[in-house]
C-alpha cells in the first residue's frame, strides 16, 4: 500500500513492524563469549519493544513529557505502592531535587536552613552529599560497616546534634541499609530521611512484618535510569514520595520553580489562572507564570519515557537474574573467604544487588587482583568515590577546615577506599560468563598476581 493510500494509523503501524523486525534481525543479545570479548560490569539489557515504543514516541515528536511520562510515573508509582512519582533527567537531579525540597518555605519550621546538619557517609557516590554541600547545608560523615557497605548506625546516634535535621543516605550497590533502625531514629528525633535509592530499585525490607520497597520508606526516595542500573531510559531517573506537600514541592522545583500545577499544553487546569493574588504581583497575574521558588528545569523527555515503559515491564526478572549472578558470584567464591570479605545484608533486607563487591583481606593486594582481572578482559569499579572527602573536590574544604564534620576516624571507609572493587551481576551475563569470572578471580588470588 502506498503511503497516499495509508491513514496515519496504518502508516504508523507499518512503520513499528518494520522497526520490531529490524530490532529482532539486528539487536538480539548475543549468546556466547566470544573469545577476546570483555564482560562488562553492566549494560543495557533490552529487546524490540523499547525499540518500537521509542519510534512510536518519536512518530508523535513530543518532545518533552508527554503520554509516555504520565504512563511511566504512573506504572513506577504503582510497582513501588509509593502514591506520587516524577520522572526526571538523572539520578543525580533526583538527588538535588530530594534534598532541595526540604529546604522549601512551605515546611516552615522543618525546613533545611544554611548551616543545618544532614548525616550521610563518606563512602558512596559525589551526588548524595553534593546538592548539602552546594546548598550550605553541613553534611556530617559517619563510617560505614564492613561487610554491608551501609552507615554504622552507633555512628549515626553519635552524629547527632542540635542542628540536624536530616539523613541522606544510599542504599550500597542495591544492599539496603537498616532501614528500621534508621527510619526509628529519624522519627524519634523529627529528622527528613531521604533514601538515594538509584543501586536499589527493587530492593525490599520487612519493617513491622510488612515488606516495604527502599525508597518508600523515608520522606523521599531516588532513582537513576542510567544504562548500567536496574532498568535504563538511557538518561533519566526519579523522586518518589508519599507526602502531598513534598510531591507538590519537588514538582515545582523540577519545572522552573513555578506554583501552578498546570501541565505543558494544558491551560487553567487549576481554574484560577487570572484571579489570584501572589507575592507581590498584580492581582489576577497569571498563574503559569508565578515562581513559588527558586527552581530547576529537571524534566526528561517523552522519548526516554517510552523506553522506561518497555523496561520496568522487565524490572521484576531483571532483578531476579542480578540476585540469581549475585549468589552464583557468592557461590563460587565463598572458598576464597580467608582471602577475601564477602558481602551481607542487614536482618530484613532483601538486596536487588547492582553489583558484586569483594574487600582484599591483604592489604594492597586490591590492586594488583584488579590489574589481573582488567588483564584478563573483566571491567572491574571502585566502590564509586571510596573516601569522598580525599578527593579533589575536598581540597579547599579541608584546607579552611569548614562546610562539613567527621564523626570519628572512618577506618571502614577507608579501608574500602584502598582495598574494595566490585563486578558486575547485571542481567545481560551469561552463566558463561558468571564462571570465567569466578576462574578468574580464583586464578587472581591464587597465581600471586
Known sequence: MSLDAMTELQARQEILEAVRQYAIAY???KAKLREGERIAYAGRVYDEDEM????DSALDFWLTAGRYTDALEEKLADFLRVRYCSFVNSGSSANLLAFMALTSPLLGERAIARGDEVITVACGFPTTVAPIIQYGAVPVFVDVTLPQYNIDLEAMRQALSPKTKAVMLAHTLGNPFALDDVATFCKDHHLWLVEDNCDALGATFFID???R?????GDIGTSSFYPPHHMTTGEGGAVYTNSPLLHKILRSLRDWGRDCVCPSGRDNLCGHRFDRQYGELPLGYDHKYVYSHFGYNLKATDLQAAIGC???????????????????????????????????????????????????????KRDSVVAHL?????????????????????DLMRTEGRGYRVVG?????DEIMTSTFWVGVYPGLSEQQLEYMIATVEEAFSCGA
Open 27 to 29: 539487536h538480539s543479545p
Open 52 to 55: 518500537v515504543r521509542l519510534v
Open 209 to 211: 512484618g510488612e515488606e
Open 213 to 217: 520497597y527502599t525508597g518508600t520508606v
Open 310 to 364: 518497555a523496561q520496568l515491564e522487565k524490572l521484576p526478572a531483571f532483578i531476579q537474574r542480578r540476585n540469581q549472578n549475585f549468589r552464583r558470584l557468592y557461590q563460587g567464591l565463598a572458598h576464597l573467604s580467608n582471602q577475601i570479605i564477602l558481602p551481607q545484608s542487614c536482618p530484613g533486607a532483601v538486596p536487588s544487588w547492582f553489583g558484586f563487591p569483594i574487600t582484599c583481606k591483604e592489604k594492597g
Open 374 to 394: 582488567e588483564q584478563a578482559g573483566i571491567q572491574t569499579r571502585m566502590l564509586f568515590a571510596g573516601n569522598i572527602l580525599k578527593h579533589p573536590c575536598f
Open 409 to 413: 576516624k572512618l577506618p571502614n571507609t
